[in-house]
């Protein structure tokens, strides 16, 4: 019997999200689909908790029945092959571990881990027993992590006494089993924004973007959604580091407030440029048949 991808092999690629429901469409699963949609890869969705929540902060989160996440991951998983796998917020300790052994099963699928401990306003969504199972069950597994700067600290658990370098946390972060770690510096006191991809011999990239004016909702979940469908369309890790970071940074740029909290990136910014055809120095939207084939 042909497989599907015997049968038409310029399908976009598939990228499966595990992550929460954010009801805004800010942040969680939403911001995933949106983000993997506009880069040219189709998503396909399991949802790990159900939240309260608006563009101001997180008021309830209930996580779904373990079994039930399984059950959505490997159904999917039996039906079409993935490109790439990306986490997001799990909601509970028996989550993190469901994930875990379904993952194990397809080491050699990319996958990228943005670790959602707190909201934008600080709602913790991660305790401690979740951190530790992270630590032992998801970061040996993972290809890339994405943790802001405050998150790679508390995830680092260094012994230190004084407050870790953030070299010295990827270096702890990578000896625990993670291939590659970009910590974001959106929350360092830095005129601009330092994003600095580590891996095992240290520092592979150093990226400098304009520090934009407001806070934004939902943009750790676009920049790991948007490394997740480059390595999905083919490109190695450090050029999809690259490439996800740009497409964020113009998301921010082009963000808008319908609410009363924080702004929201606009993942199709592209969309609503002012130009009909795109300018030669802005290249359209990678589109999945010029960067992938199954």
């Given at each position: 019997?042909?497989?599907?991808?015997?049968?038409?092999?310029?399908?976009?690629?598939?990228?499966?999200?595990?992550?929460?429901?954010?009801?805004?469409?800010?942040?969680?699963?939403?911001?995933?689909?949106?983000?993997?949609?506009?880069?040219?890869?189709?998503?396909?969705?399991?949802?790990?908790?159900?939240?309260?929540?608006?563009?101001?902060?997180?008021?309830?989160?209930?996580?779904?029945?373990?079994?039930?996440?399984?059950?959505?991951?490997?159904?999917?998983?039996?039906?079409?092959?993935?490109?790439?796998?990306?986490?997001?917020?799990?909601?509970?300790?028996?989550?993190?571990?469901?994930?875990?052994?379904?993952?194990?099963?397809?080491?050699?699928?990319?996958?990228?881990?943005?670790?959602?401990?707190?909201?934008?306003?600080?709602?913790?969504?991660?305790?401690?027993?979740?951190?530790?199972?992270?630590?032992?069950?998801?970061?040996?597994?993972?290809?890339?992590?994405?943790?802001?700067?405050?998150?790679?600290?508390?995830?680092?658990?260094?012994?230190?006494?004084?407050?870790?370098?953030?070299?010295?946390?990827?270096?702890?972060?990578?000896?625990?089993?993670?291939?590659?770690?970009?910590?974001?510096?959106?929350?360092?006191?830095?005129?601009?924004?330092?994003?600095?991809?580590?891996?095992?011999?240290?520092?592979?990239?150093?990226?400098?973007?304009?520090?934009?004016?407001?806070?934004?909702?939902?943009?750790?979940?676009?920049?790991?959604?948007?490394?997740?469908?480059?390595?999905?369309n083919g490109l190695e890790l450090p050029e999809a580091v690259r490439e996800a970071q740009d497409y964020t940074w113009h998301t921010l740029q082009k963000a808008y407030r319908p609410g009363m909290g924080q702004m929201l990136p606009d993942r199709l910014f592209w969309a609503r440029e002012e130009e009909a055809e795109p300018r030669v120095e802005d290249p359209a939207p990678p589109q999945a048949s010029n960067l992938h084939r199954h």
């Amino acid at each position: 019997m042909s497989s599907p991808t015997d049968q038409d092999p310029d399908f976009p690629p598939l990228v499966m999200t595990f992550a929460a429901s954010d009801p805004s469409g800010g942040a969680g699963i939403q911001a995933d689909i949106l983000t993997l949609a506009s880069m040219g890869c189709h998503p396909l969705s399991v949802l790990t908790a159900i939240t309260v929540q608006d563009t101001m902060g997180v008021e309830a989160l209930q996580a779904i029945d373990a079994d039930w996440v399984a059950d959505q991951a490997r159904c999917l998983l039996e039906d079409m092959p993935i490109d790439a796998f990306k986490i997001g917020a799990l909601g509970s300790v028996e989550n993190i571990a469901a994930i875990a052994e379904i993952l194990s099963d397809y080491p050699d699928v990319p996958l990228v881990l943005d670790p959602v401990l707190a909201s934008g306003r600080g709602d913790e969504l991660a305790n401690d027993e979740m951190l530790h199972a992270m630590r032992e069950l998801l970061l040996p597994q993972t290809t890339i992590l994405t943790p802001n700067s405050l998150e790679a600290r508390r995830l680092a658990d260094t012994d230190d006494e004084e407050e870790p370098s953030l070299s010295v946390c990827a270096q702890r972060l990578v000896e625990i089993g993670c291939e590659f770690v970009l910590i974001t510096g959106t929350h360092e006191s830095t005129p601009q924004v330092m994003n600095t991809l580590y891996g095992k011999n240290g520092v592979v990239r150093t990226d400098t973007w304009q520090r934009l004016p407001g806070t934004y909702h939902g943009s750790g979940c676009t920049l790991a959604s948007a490394i997740a469908a480059m390595l999905a369309n083919g490109l190695e890790l450090p050029e999809a580091v690259r490439e996800a970071q740009d497409y964020t940074w113009h998301t921010l740029q082009k963000a808008y407030r319908p609410g009363m909290g924080q702004m929201l990136p606009d993942r199709l910014f592209w969309a609503r440029e002012e130009e009909a055809e795109p300018r030669v120095e802005d290249p359209a939207p990678p589109q999945a048949s010029n960067l992938h084939r199954h």
